[in-house]
């Protein structure tokens, strides 16, 4: 008699960076399921602080994983250990002031 065997594939993560900038609302930055690296939030107008919320989800209804608040005219970088952060409904950005640039660094399974 022939014994079968399951063996589980893994397929490779795929690192990406997503850009944005002049953001003054929200924005929504992927749906899929992924691992978050970190970021870096840059306030723009050098005039007033800006406080951005990283969401787990496809808007303000998913879990917040963090509230940053960048001076003026500063960056807030950040980067989580290894196996990183993962999401189960994506990341979703809400700029509650001022205005940020900057880039959210991610991974996910294509």
Known sequence: MTEIYAVEVQRPWRQVAVPFSGLSADKLITTLKCRIIGWNFDE???SASATIDVYDGANTSGIRIARVDT???????FTFSPPYYPTLGGIY????SG?????????YQP
Do not use: A, F, L, R
Request: no cysteine; charged share 15%; glycine share 14%.
């Open 93 to 96: 950005i809400n700029v509650t």
């Open 99 to 107: 205005t940020i640039s900057g880039t959210i660094y991610m991974e």
């Open 71 to 77: 001076p003026t005219g500063q960056s807030k970088d």
């Open 44 to 46: 723009d107008t050098g």
